[in-house]
């Protein structure tokens, strides 16, 4: 993929969310705050010169008193072409839990999600600055529960959903020949296709974080997260914005 597509997509994505909240100054909005912190694990295993296994995990909390919000399993399968391309299919699995003043989940219970996705990674560096570009598909299948039995599933609603992230990092010092790295990143979240209805903006993520590379096989990030959400359903004829931030903790593993 060239340099231009890429910056087109982005720019195509800027200008779709840019619309979004446009519209969204006309409807009635309700702001839903929540403190949140999130830790991920993140695995990979390489199989050949060129495949690797990756594997995660995401627990993701709600503050101050740390209820669950939502739990993430992700497996798949890496393809690298070349040094700064890869290829990546997998599966995930997100159990998201009643949180917040309008919660997602309703009934008072979880609720699970099934989901495919394909993604594209391509890396540039300009100077000292390392830059990542992520483009994600995935099909969604959301467990919705029976409103007469709601510890039974009524029915799965399928959605499609695409997904960019631009990530940056860049070194500050070294320490024991180890590296120190600030930067940051941020996604945007667009839905298409069927069961979308006027959300077609979903979510943004943005992060302030330092890292570490405690050796070559590991490294750990923690920063300042904030997460931009639209509630698909309304409230009173009202859309339901959540902003949620806090602290984001990561942990990188590759063999």
Known sequence: ???????????????????????EAQENRITDRNGIAWGNIFATI????????????????????????QLLIRVGLNYKPDANHMIHVGYGFIETYPYGDYPIAAYDMSFPEHRTYEQFNSNQKLGKLSMQHRFRLEQRWLGKRNAMAPHQLEKWTYLNRARYQIKVEHPLFTLNRRTFYGGGFN????????????????????????????????????GY?????TQGARVNNSIVIQKNSGLQVSLFLKS
């Open 225 to 229: 997260f904030l997460q931009i959400l």
């Open 1 to 23: 993929m060239t340099a231009k597509s890429r910056f087109t997509f982005a720019g195509f994505a800027l200008i779709i969310l840019t619309l979004h909240f446009r519209s």
């Open 46 to 69: 390489g199989t050949g010169t060129k495949t690797s296994v990756h594997s995660e995990i995401q627990f993701r909390r709600l503050l101050p008193g740390v209820a669950p919000m």
């Open 187 to 222: 996604e945007v979240f667009i839905g298409f296709g069927r069961n979308i209805g006027a959300n077609i903006f979903d979510q943004n993520r943005s992060c302030l974080l330092a890292g570490y590379n405690l050796n070559r096989n590991l490294t750990l990030e923690a």
